[in-house]
């Protein structure tokens, strides 16, 4: 059983930074793939931010958010971070980290094997 633990949400204005981070127990290997979705407010569905495959430097970032959010991971710890940039009241809602299998990132609800709980971004204008 896979457990995923996230941190770092906040309420900030637009312009700020934050880190989200995510730390997994369980079964999650270096073969495995992390990731984050996020939900905003009044939306039903969940749209992928980023991913990353945990036992390399592949990665997938959002065509919404790139060049603004950076994801990055810690193998031996297996933790992944979602460095955000320039936040935007656009970029509010609850982050969720995911995990798939191999080295098949995350980028669609399908590909999902597991998620977390979720941390909640708010950016004010």
């Known amino acids: 059983q896979v457990r995923l633990v996230e941190s770092g949400g906040g309420s900030v204005q637009t312009g700020d930074s934050l880190r989200l981070s995510c730390v997994a127990s369980?079964?999650?290997?270096?073969?495995?793939?992390m990731g984050w979705f996020r939900q905003a407010p009044g939306k039903r569905d969940r749209e992928a931010v980023a991913?990353?495959?945990?036992?390399?430097?592949?990665?997938f970032v959002a065509d919404s958010v790139k060049g603004r959010f950076t994801i990055t991971q810690n193998n031996a710890t297996r933790t992944i971070y979602l460095d955000m940039t320039s936040l935007e009241p656009e970029d509010t809602g609850k982050y969720y980290c995911?995990?798939?299998?191999?080295?098949?990132?995350?980028?669609?609800?399908?590909?999902?094997?597991?998620w977390g709980q979720g941390t909640q971004v708010t950016v004010s204008s």
């Open positions: 995911v995990t798939s299998v191999g080295r098949i990132l995350p980028t669609l609800p399908a590909l999902v094997l597991d």
């Open positions: 369980g079964y999650v290997y270096d073969t495995s793939s």
């Open positions: 991913a990353i495959f945990m036992g390399g430097t592949t990665t």
